[in-house]
T-cell receptor, first 116, second 113 residues
Framework: AQKVTQAQTEISVVEKEDVTLDCVYE???????LFWYKQPPSGELVFLIR??????QNEISGRYSWNFQKSTSSFNFTITASQVVDSAVYFC?????????????FGQGTTLQVKP | NAGVTQTPKFQVLKTGQSMTLQCAQD?????MSWYRQDPGMGLRLIHY???????DQGEVPNGYNVSRSTTEDFPLRLLSAAPSQTSVYFC????????????FGQGTRLTVV
């Protein structure tokens, strides 16, 4: 069975701290796709990053970075020098495969609160 | 280019009433899906479609119907609303090839009393 686990329900940090959001996934597919979405207090879902199973290169986008490790089935998300605007719920998701079916399996979400 | 448009944004229903949540996308995406978001449970798939005329059930389909007569539209029908269907509903669309990320509508907050 396919599953996504975000063990951290809530995280609270002070502005400028670094914070890592954990994501562990389960799948038997050899080709799969992982995502991170941000849900700010306004409620919409904002796409952050896509990673496919055959590309293990880590990625950095400004203050955001992602560490994809197939050996541990993890796809962790780090925010460097957090800001109040980073306060949101963050979801890790996996496409229910095999391949691209368009059906997403979401983790429970991690609520990040960044205090000034 | 509006992306994915959901209507209404808010709705209050009485138990037993029926209604349709509308979803439209203008990106010519083949895949469309409906999810519900409940506290502590992330988003769960209700129904999905891989193209016009083709739909299938997701994880939590009971109490909901869908149809897809065009590529652009994917309405979700609540047949007889129950308090357990109080939730936030999201419609999403994506390509079948190439870019795989889903684009989401703004969401519909539904309360059943």
């Amino acid at each position: 069975a396919q599953k996504v686990t975000q063990a951290q329900t809530e995280i609270s940090v002070v502005e400028k701290e670094d914070v890592t959001l954990d994501c562990v996934y389960e799948t038997r597919d050899t080709t799969y796709y992982l995502f991170w979405y941000k849900q700010p207090p306004s409620g919409e879902l904002v796409f952050l990053i896509r990673r496919n199973s055959f590309d293990e290169q880590n990625e950095i986008s400004g203050r955001y970075s992602w560490n994809f490790q197939k050996s541990t089935s993890s796809f962790n998300f780090t925010i460097t020098a957090s800001q109040v605007v980073d306060s949101a719920v963050y979801f890790c998701a996996l496409i229910q495969g095999p391949g691209n079916t368009g059906k997403l399996i979401f983790g429970q979400g991690t609520t990040l609160q960044v205090k000034p | 280019n509006a992306g994915v448009t959901q209507t209404p944004k808010f709705q209050v229903l009485k138990t037993g009433q029926s209604m349709t949540l509308q979803c439209a996308q203008d990106m010519n995406h083949e895949y469309m899906s409906w999810y519900r978001q409940d506290p502590g449970m992330g988003l769960r798939l209700i129904h999905y479609s891989v193209g016009a005329g083709i739909t299938d059930q997701g994880e939590v389909p009971n109490g909901y119907n869908v149809s897809r007569s065009t590529t652009e539209d994917f309405p979700l029908r609540l047949l007889s609303a129950a308090p357990s269907q109080t939730s936030v509903y999201f419609c999403a669309s994506s390509y079948s090839r190439g870019r795989t990320e889903a684009f989401f509508g703004q969401g519909t907050r539904l309360t059943v009393v």
